[in-house]
């Protein structure tokens, strides 16, 4: 199977929502099957990226697997289901993993090890989750500091005989008869952080809303105006520009992308940085967490 360009799926583009119209006697062709497909694809993808939000549905966990004579270290992602910010399904139905060695000399190769240098630090309590914070996990002297994020891949699959495509005369033409929604895992080294700026993701309303100290009304202030404030300027349906970056997206990354968590690999202070023996840290709490109404009412007391 073969991945899709991000671009390639409607849903991308964010059409508006148009339905078919049938009559009898109409032709209809690929395209019109097509929208259909796009029509219904975008109302469940917009439902879910407004009741859910992007982030962890179930799962995914992301562990730190330690090398053995038998097994490759690696970053080890458990099975699992996430939204993404277009409102896609994600399902990863089985582990999936990153040669932590492998993972560590391609980077270096790719320009000299440039870029562990950039995404090397000191001081790593800036770039971790309140949870870790309070857990008081003892972080290295010095990391790598890199992000695994998930995103959705469509793979083309099984060929059908069909009608050659554009300005060909061929009797053996073939096109993909299916598309299986897949994923991609990816773990990106983060340069560019600071105490300004810690590349996490931010919460999805202001800070009255979950902090005890306020009272009930700034919590129903803070839920209401979060509600009023909630459209995006960027990715909306019939909107231009397309899908904006969100603040704990590197550049080049595909704004689809979902944060699942951040990785700390220690290393020494060499130009370009090597690792050292310290095992890795795995901060797994900084992530969206979408919580199915059974636990928020369990939580709640009902």
Known sequence: MSIQAFAADPLVAQPRADRLSYATGMLLDAQDFSDEQTYHRGRLARALAFLAGPGTLAGL?????????????????????A????????ELPRAACLRLPRWFDATRDADGGDTLRQAAYENLGRFVSRRMTD??????????????????????????PSFAQGPFDALNAVSTSRLRDAWELLMLPRAGLADSYSGLPLPPAAAALSDPNTTAAQRR????????HGWEGSGHAGGSGGLASAPEQPPALDPSAVFLARVFLPVDAATPPARSADAPRVDNWARHFLPAAALVAQAAGL
């Not at 857990?135 to 059908?160: I, K, N």
């Not at 202030?221 to 009023?228: H, V």
Request: proline share 5%.
């Open 61 to 81: 966990e992301v562990q730190h697997v330690p090398g053995t004579a038998t097994q490759v270290e690696e970053i080890r992602v458990q099975p699992g289901v």
């Open 135 to 160: 857990e008081g996990t003892a972080l290295p002297a010095r990391a790598v500091v890199a992000d695994v994020f998930l995103r959705f891949a469509a793979c083309a699959r099984g060929l059908t």
């Open 83 to 90: 939204v993404d910010r277009l409102g896609r399904l994600i």
């Open 221 to 228: 202030d803070a839920l209401q105006d979060a509600i009023l």
